[in-house]
Nanobody, 121 residues
Framework: VQLQASGGGLVQAGGSLRLSCSAS????????VGWYRQAPGQDRGLVAA???????NYNGFVKGRFIISRDDAKNTVYLQMNNLKPEDTAVYYC????????????????WGQGTLVTVSS
């Protein structure tokens, strides 16, 4: 089971991308989900997070530019990224604090492969 991030790519500064974090088969529910990013030579850090109840938290450097949302019917969390800047270039990952498997087991959310976002100036 995994949470798969997708939607990255190459975009010019000022452009937009929408990332998706999708739950694989075997996962029936995802709890709070965070989007993280890691630029070369830097630590992974939180970008935005959303609880199952819809409470949202943004890191200050993306507030006003990025929007996190979720569709629980699809077990998918989105990150709409607008007005992208070269410093947003990074591999973006998603992770849930807890997931419920289809057999009812609750486990820590696994880290999946990220998606690369490259913003050119």
């Amino acid at each position: 089971v995994q949470l798969q991030a997708s939607g990255g790519g190459l975009v010019q500064a000022g452009g937009s991308l929408r990332l998706s974090c999708s739950a694989s088969e075997g996962i029936s529910e995802i709890n709070a989900v965070g989007w993280y990013r890691q630029a070369p030579g830097q630590d992974r850090g939180l970008v935005a997070a959303i609880t199952r109840g819809g409470l949202i938290n943004y890191n200050g450097f993306v507030k006003g530019r990025f929007i996190i949302s979720r569709d629980d019917a699809k077990n998918t969390v989105y990150l709409q990224m607008n007005n992208l800047k070269p410093e947003d270039t990074a591999v973006y990952y998603c992770n849930a604090d807890r997931i419920k498997l289809t057999d009812g087991t609750i486990v820590l959310g696994p880290w999946g492969q990220g998606t690369l976002v490259t913003v050119s100036s």
